[in-house]
């Protein structure tokens, strides 16, 4: 990958462990340990010191800022994707992936990001 000045970008992820991925579910170290979903797109998490993601809570209040997760995403127990808590996790505060969210969960996903940052689909 090239940089805006013509340079070469070097990967910032260790090659020792898996890149987190669009659409992934990672536990993370942020104000405790929890899961994350990683929104930041393919394959940036190579050149990214931190990735956009989605924590994961079992406080459910049913806006439309949330999207409903469970077993089929690959997590234990029912809970939500609170896109108003969206947040930059750095590369060395992911601990292990834990799986990753359906298709239609994702983009659920980006259709709260869109009311969450008052972004009308479609509009350019």
């Known amino acids: 990958m090239?940089?805006?000045?013509?340079?070469?970008?070097?990967?910032?992820?260790?090659?020792d462990r898996?890149?987190?991925?669009?659409?992934?579910v990672w536990?993370?170290?942020l104000d405790k340990e929890r899961p994350v979903i990683i929104l930041t797109r393919n394959p940036m998490g190579r050149y990214l010191?931190?990735?956009?993601?989605?924590?994961?809570?079992r406080t459910?209040?049913?806006?439309?800022?949330?999207?409903?997760?469970?077993?089929d995403d690959g997590l234990r127990y029912e809970c939500v994707a609170n896109l108003d808590?969206?947040?930059?996790?750095?590369l060395d505060e992911f601990e292990h992936r834990l799986g990753a969210v359906r298709r239609r969960t994702l983009d659920a996903l980006c259709d709260a990001l869109a009311f969450t940052v008052a972004c009308?689909?479609?509009?350019r």
């Open 27 to 29: 536990l993370a170290n």
């Open 49 to 57: 010191n931190a990735l956009l993601a989605v924590p994961v809570t």
């Open 120 to 123: 009308q689909t479609g509009a």
């Open 18 to 24: 898996p890149v987190p991925l669009r659409g992934e």
């Open 60 to 71: 459910i209040r049913g806006g439309r800022n949330e999207v409903p997760l469970g077993s």
């Open 2 to 15: 090239t940089t805006r000045t013509g340079g070469q970008h070097t990967p910032t992820f260790s090659s």
């Open 85 to 90: 808590q969206l947040t930059l996790v750095r």
